[in-house]
């Protein structure tokens, strides 16, 4: 990886995605050789976004225990090993629609049915109706997976 990236975990929920992404960017071997950006060789900026603020607010405090140092005037974290720069910012939706947000990656994990929670929440069992499972959630993973498709820059991936 060389140069900058900008990624989107669009359903970020407490950051546990957000934060292997980054885990994952800087596992990677970095070209020394090209495409130099300011002080360090590549930039990963990461932004999280999630429909529930008080997940987000997870993320936030869980950014130092993962080696992210968060700047409060500006609510961005940043993490620099070797010759990478990584940046973290939650966002919601209303500052992700600037027209020159446009990301490199969007990663959408749609909303389940809350199944693989069951071990840890038992009660969310009761919760769940089968109606539910099988008619509105892919509706709603449709529409979700539209809406974050918006995001992706031509030649992007989502």
Not at 29 to 54: L, P
Not at 56 to 75: H, M, N, P, W
Not at 128 to 150: F, R, V
Request: hydrophobic letters at 40%; aromatic letters at 6%.
């Amino acid at each position: 990886m060389s140069g900058s990236i900008r990624i989107l975990d669009y359903c970020a929920g407490n950051g546990g995605k957000t934060f292997a992404i980054s885990s994952a960017v800087f596992g990677r071997k970095i070209d020394s050789e090209s495409g130099e950006y300011g002080d360090t060789t590549a930039v990963a900026n990461i932004v999280s976004h999630d429909v529930v603020d008080e997940r987000l607010r997870q993320i936030k405090g869980s950014l130092s225990r993962v080696g992210f140092d968060l700047d409060k005037a500006t609510s961005i974290a940043e993490c620099i090993q070797d010759n990478l720069k990584c940046t973290l910012q939650t966002a919601d939706l209303a500052e992700l629609s600037d027209s020159d947000t446009l990301f490199d990656a969007v990663l959408v994990d749609a909303p389940c049915s809350s199944s693989g929670v069951l071990r840890r929440r038992p009660s969310q069992r009761w919760l769940m109706s089968k109606e539910d499972t099988l008619q509105s959630l892919p509706n709603l993973q449709l529409e979700i997976i539209q809406k974050a498709a918006a995001f992706v820059k031509e030649g992007g991936v989502l």
